[in-house]
């Protein structure tokens, strides 16, 4: 029986992102299980692994994904770090009918909970690709696990660029760093990782807490950091955007990603009212002014 795997782009922009809590936790799975075993796996045992029945899958599928990837004429992904307004670009490209790009590949999502993985794939690619454009944002941890999870489909190590036709990478990118991650302790603190125009619940206020924002700072730039690895490792050189560019001249933005894409059927962003919001408000400024001056005393006398 096939499954049903159609998304609310909403409920999957709603998701939390869990980049640090990933990275830790693969981080300390790796530690704790080299000293379990106190050796490297074993070629054989490597091999028996990838083997296994879980990753064994019906011929009826794999062709299904070739099908749903020969439908799409033009591919991109948009590589991003958490709260760098990757929701709101996404929104934009959609309005604009380039593509329908959201968070697909994150593998905590229950579409990817099945057993049959390879039509899970082409169900996504076949129910989201518009007018002959797929589009997605990846974290990075979502793209080693998508490149590996098809590479045990086709057989192959396939670079997410490789698997899909005519590929072509953005990078959103958000100058301020302290802003993000201060942007990203409000939303791990409140749980409330977007706001939509309609929403007229108040922020309340935050509570400061220096180490909490200093955890939030490392989780943004390794993010970062393992853009910058992989992005270097395979040579690959995206169309890098900015929040701040992005922020200011939104139109202009997504008229510079059509031309980095050669498109020439989609519709202009100008004067239309995005459905998201900006998250920070009042309390935003002095958060920010309070942290970066602890930074700036970090080993002052006391008076």
């Not at 959609?94 to 959201?102: K, M």
């Not at 939030?216 to 490792?233: G, K």
């Amino acid at each position: 029986m096939a499954v049903r795997t159609k998304i609310s782009a909403r409920s999957l922009l709603s998701a939390p992102l869990g980049i640090g809590r990933h990275l830790a936790e693969v981080t300390l799975e790796l530690v704790g299980a080299g000293r379990r075993r106190g050796s490297p796996l074993t070629e054989m045992q490597v091999k028996e692994s990838a083997s296994a029945d879980s990753w064994k899958f019906p011929i009826d599928s794999r062709d299904a994904l070739q099908r749903a990837i020969g439908e799409i004429e033009q591919s991109y992904s948009i590589a991003f770090a958490p709260r760098c307004g990757s929701n709101y670009l996404c929104e934009l490209l959609t309005l604009a009918g380039i593509g329908r790009p959201t968070e697909y590949f994150q593998y905590d999502l229950p579409h990817w909970k099945v057993p049959d993985i390879a039509l899970a794939v082409s169900n996504v690619f076949q129910q989201n690709t518009v007018d002959g454009v797929f589009g997605a944002k990846v974290a990075h941890d979502h793209c080693a696990w998508f490149q590996s999870a098809i590479g045990k489909i086709t057989g192959r190590n396939e670079l997410l660029g490789d698997l899909l036709p005519n590929h072509k990478w953005l990078r959103l990118v958000r100058k301020d760093k302290v802003a993000q991650a201060m942007s990203l302790y409000r939303a791990q603190l409140t749980q409330e990782w977007l706001k939509w125009q309609d929403d007229s619940k108040s922020n309340g206020d935050i509570p400061y807490d220096f180490l909490a924002i200093v955890a939030c700072y490392h989780t943004v730039v390794t993010a970062e950091l393992a853009w910058d690895v992989y992005f270097s490792e395979y040579g690959i050189e995206p169309l890098v955007v900015t929040y701040e560019d992005l922020a200011e001249r939104p139109h202009q933005t997504v008229a510079a990603i059509a031309a980095y894409l050669t498109l020439e059927n989609w519709r202009s962003v100008e004067g239309v009212d995005a459905n998201l919001r900006v998250q920070r408000d009042e309390n935003t400024a002095p958060l920010i002014a309070q942290f970066r001056q602890a930074l700036i005393d970090v080993g002052r006398l006391p008076d």
